[in-house]
């Protein structure tokens, strides 16, 4: 590690705070938008064939943005961040493509959520007169929100990965440092550090995640 000097340190550092500045912003918009989207198309396809035929336009706007590959999907989305943020370059920006990719995995993650939720829970609750909004804040979201929460999970550890490789285009972050001088003037080491604070960062977004799921957990 003596390749690494006090101040490659404190670039590291500030590649970290990058990285989970990324993380936070797109995890952040990724649940606001992901959530009612999931909750819509989990709905949708059970409103006769008008709220089918929704439910199908959703659905395929969803798989194509998930069909993209990242690193294809963030340079396509360049002019789009350009006129959001001003700028292409930055976490910020960077945020924007992790967000759009995000989005509609979170979004699916979602559906399948609702969908493991018991069906004679829901029949109670319409039965009793309850309204659709009503079913899904008393009865879908608090009975599936053991499974939302390992849905958080999973994407924001997917975020993690993706925002590596916006790094590559300008996003910064420790994708931007380990790519500099791990790969382009050859110090391994700092290849090596960027994938054990990854590694670390990775571990524990899970293992909250995993405690968070236990405790709200009471079926």
């Known amino acids: 590690m003596d390749a690494i000097t006090p101040q490659m340190w404190g670039a590291i550092w500030d590649g970290l705070l990058e990285t989970l500045q990324m993380v936070g912003i797109s995890g952040v918009f990724t649940v606001l938008f992901g959530l009612p989207l999931g909750i819509a198309l989990f709905t949708f396809n059970s409103l006769g064939f008008t709220g089918r035929v929704v439910n199908t336009v959703l659905g395929v706007l969803v798989n194509i943005t998930r069909s993209f590959p990242y690193a294809i999907l963030m ?3 360049i002019p789009l961040t350009k006129i959001l943020v001003g700028t292409s370059i930055g ?3 960077a945020s924007v493509s992790l967000t759009i990719a995000a989005v509609p995995f979170f979004a699916r993650l979602v559906e399948t959520a609702l969908r493991d939720v018991h ?12 309204s659709r909004m ?7 979201l608090p009975e599936a929100m053991p499974t939302l929460i390992a849905a958080v999970t ?7 990965g993706y925002s590596a490789m916006a790094g590559l285009i300008g996003g910064g972050g420790l994708g931007r440092l380990a790519y500099n001088y791990g790969y382009q003037r050859f110090i391994p080491e700092v290849m090596v550090v960027t994938i054990v604070i990854l590694i670390i960062l990775v571990q524990l977004i899970q293992l ?12």
């Open 91 to 93: 976490p910020i920006a």
């Open 154 to 160: 999973t994407t924001i550890v997917t975020i993690v």
């Open 134 to 140: 009503q079913v899904i804040r008393k009865v879908w």
């Open 208 to 219: 909250v995640g995993d405690r968070l799921s236990r405790v709200v957990d009471h079926r």
């Open 119 to 130: 069906s004679g829970k829901t029949d109670a609750a319409f039965a009793m007169g309850s």
């Open 75 to 77: 340079v396509s989305l």
